[in-house]
């Protein structure tokens, strides 16, 4: 098992930054890669970002490209998400999703979530 827990959400205007941080417990030896997800009121929930935890190899949601910045620090076994220009349009609550080596293309291990607001 994996525990994930999220934190850095809050109220931000339109054009700040925020950090967001999740970090792993448990056997995150397992962890073959991470993602940042985000699902917004009356949305589906959406791709945001992902790292792969051995090479940090990163890859990006169009939406989010060129804004937004994922890392990892293994010796914290902790991801990153941050979230530079944010635009109204990124209210959403934030949730860190692992994959284990074992599951092929599945996120199996989900955070509880931290909310982001943006106001215009």
């Known amino acids: 098992q994996v525990q994930l827990v999220e934190s850095g959400g809050g109220l931000v205007q339109a054009g700040g930054s925020l950090r967001l941080s999740c970090a792993a417990s448990?056997?995150?030896?397992?962890?073959?890669?991470l993602g940042w997800f985000r699902q917004a009121p009356g949305k589906e929930r959406e791709f945001v970002a992902t790292?792969?935890?051995?090479?940090?190899?990163?890859g990006y949601a169009d939406s989010v490209k060129g804004r937004f910045t994922i890392s990892r620090d293994n010796t914290k076994n902790t991801v990153y998400l941050q979230m530079n220009s944010l635009k109204p349009e990124d209210t959403a609550v934030y949730y860190c999703?692992?994959?284990?080596?074992?599951?092929?293309?599945?996120?199996?291990?989900w955070g509880q979530g931290t909310q982001v607001t943006v106001s215009s």
């Open positions: 999703a692992a994959r284990p080596n074992w599951a092929a293309s599945t996120y199996v291990f």
């Open positions: 790292i792969t935890w051995g090479t940090g190899i990163t």
């Open positions: 448990g056997r995150t030896s397992s962890i073959y890669r």
